[in-house]
């Protein structure tokens, strides 16, 4: 059951943006996206530092604050200096209102079982965003900035998928290795 809550969640997702993408999204809907998409996984980094008292999944969460702050500033400043108003969207519009659904899961939860399902939610996370970003929103992108902007982002979150990845092998092997 645990994982096909993120899986469903991501199908909903990913249906979203295939639907959006035969509208093919402008450049100031692709930023609101990009960036909703940004705070969304701060907002469960946050969670995950106000509960978790892992080392693993701690050090994970404030790399994820860090980091989505950072590309979150530089587009902030990029749409500032093309003059363009980020456009909510149907699709920001689903992220949030999914984020909104998960971060209950999430603050129901407490120690390993939080743990686990924080850091499976953050593979299934990135592997959607990921693949929204590199097949439709850098392909449906106008501007260069941009394109490039979301070029970057993309690399920096494939790198957090691969270490969310190695995060939920290693809680795993800690929770097999309780058990024994």
């Known amino acids: ?27 100031p809907q692709i930023a609101h996206i990009a960036y909703t998409a940004g705070l969304v996984d701060i907002g469960y980094a946050e969670i995950a530092l106000k509960r978790s008292k892992n080392k693993v999944v701690r050090e994970f969460a404030m790399e ?37 659904t998960k971060r209950a899961e999430l603050k129901r939860l407490s120690g390993a079982a939080f743990d686990r399902a924080y850091a499976e939610n953050e593979v299934a996370y ?20 941009l394109k490039d902007l979301l070029k970057v982002g993309l690399k920096i979150f494939e790198g957090h998928q691969r270490h969310a990845e190695h995060m939920v092998e290693r809680l795993a092997r800690k929770h097999a290795a309780s058990k024994e």
Do not use: C, W, Y
Request: hydrophobic share 45%; net charge negative; proline share 5%.
């Open 126 to 145: 990135h592997s959607l965003v990921n693949a929204a970003v590199d097949t439709q929103l850098i392909p449906s992108a106008s501007n260069g900035e």
């Open 1 to 27: 059951m645990k994982v096909i809550a993120p899986l469903v969640a991501g199908f909903v997702f990913a249906t979203t943006l295939s639907a959006r993408a035969a509208d093919t999204p402008t450049d």
């Open 64 to 100: 994820m604050v860090k980091d989505h702050k950072a590309v979150n500033d530089k587009a902030l400043a990029l749409v500032k200096k093309l003059g363009v108003t980020p456009e909510d969207n149907a699709t920001s519009q689903t992220i949030a209102s999914q984020a909104a």
